[in-house]
């Protein structure tokens, strides 16, 4: 069966600095997302992606968050100036030919701020 | 903003009991989907909700989408330790809004 894989699965990284998250979408799908989760916590969304633009963005994206589909397969999260508050794990997730069918989720990156 | 609640935050069960989490909206749905959070994991997709009133089972799982298209409900019969996990509804706008998720605990 098609997976959303994602890459790296564990990211460690200084306060302050970059960091990109990448994932690679389902083939055939035309929706990608980007969900965070705090330890414990429920699930956020970020941000969703539709024909090459931002078709719906959170409170939380704010600025230092960006997103972009480089190539055909590819789809990353860039953070500017990571913050400790931005440690979470960090979900990617594609659908199909709508919005409302159901997402299939990668198995997440855990960002760590020291 | 929108917000998707649900109840209760956790719940922990003997093997063999029942269990049933709600899920509330501040706002009117177009659907509603339901994911299973195994420990450590992702979110994986269980099942969408679409017509007011429907109601849907997956074996030991019964889903149901109430008449104001508001709020849902997963019930699980005579709950196995594979059960385990963090159960989320997700309420479709324009976008997916997850609600607050129910943590099951089973003890064997």
Redesign the interface.
């Known amino acids: 069966e098609p997976e959303v894989t994602q890459t790296p699965s564990h990211q460690v990284t200084q306060m302050g600095q970059e960091v990109i998250l990448r994932c690679v979408p389902i083939s055939n799908h035309l929706y990608f997302?980007w969900?965070r989760q705090i330890l414990g916590q429920?699930?956020?969304?970020l941000v969703?992606f539709y024909n090459n633009e931002i078709s719906?963005k959170s409170?939380i994206f704010d600025d230092q968050f960006s997103v972009e589909r480089p190539d055909g397969s590819n789809f990353t999260l860039k953070i500017r100036s990571t913050k400790l508050e931005d440690s979470a794990m960090y979900?990617c997730a594609s659908s199909g030919l709508t919005?409302?069918q159901?997402?299939?989720?990668?198995?997440?990156t855990r960002l760590s701020i020291l | 903003g929108q917000q998707v609640m649900q109840i209760p935050q956790y719940q922990h069960v003997q093997e063999g009991e029942d269990f049933t989490t709600y899920c509330n909206s501040s706002t009117t749905l177009s659907n509603i989907q339901w994911y299973k959070q195994r420990p450590g994991g992702h979110p994986v997709f269980l099942i969408q909700l679409v017509k007011s009133g429907e109601v849907k089972k997956q074996k030991r799982l019964t889903f149901q989408f109430g008449e104001a298209k508001k709020n849902s409900s997963l019930h699980i019969t005579a709950t196995q330790t594979t059960d385990v996990g963090t159960y989320f509804c997700a309420g479709v706008t324009d976008k997916l809004i997850f609600g607050t998720g129910t943590r099951l605990q089973v003890f064997p």
Do not use: A, L, R
Request: glycine share 10%; proline share 5%; aromatic share 26%.
């Open positions: 997302y969900y429920k699930v956020e969304f969703s719906e409170e979900f919005v409302d159901p997402q299939h989720f990668g198995d997440g």
